[in-house]
Nanobody
Framework: QVQLLESGGGLVQAGGSLRLSCSAS????????MAWFRQAPGKEREFVAA????????DYANSVKGRFTISRNSAKNTTYLEMRSLKPEDTAVYYC?????????????????WGQGIQVTVSS
């Protein structure tokens, strides 16, 4: 089992920045690809960004490319999402996820471990 815990969410004005963290723990954590997804009110959950653990290959949704950066600290088993130039449409619950059976994927159904989610609210 892998346990994921998000932190760093909150309220920010449009144009501001936030950094989300996802701490992973558990005997089964062996560096799977990690990702961030988000779900806005009334919408389905969507892919935001992903990173492979060893090499650090990244993928981004078009809507966040150039504004968000995903990274990881292998020593701390922690994944980060640096969010800049935030817009009101970035408001959502953000989820950290791990895909134990894949090397690199952006598909939600491939992710089998999920955090509880953390609220990010961007005011206009």
């Amino acid at each position: 089992q892998v346990q994921l815990l998000e932190s760093g969410g909150g309220l920010v004005q449009a144009g501001g920045s936030l950094r989300l963290s996802c701490s992973a723990s558990g005997p089964s954590f062996a560096g799977p690809p990690m990702a961030w997804f988000r779900q806005a009110p009334g919408k389905e959950r969507e892919f935001v960004a992903a990173i492979t653990w060893k090499v650090g290959v990244t993928d981004y949704a078009n809507s966040v490319k150039g504004r968000f950066t995903i990274s990881r600290n292998s020593a701390k088993n922690t994944t980060y999402l640096e969010m800049r130039s935030l817009k009101p449409e970035d408001t959502a619950v953000y989820y950290c996820a791990a895909a134990s059976r894949f090397y690199r994927t952006t598909i939600e159904s491939h992710y089998d471990y999920w955090g509880q989610g953390i609220q990010v609210t961007v005011s206009s």
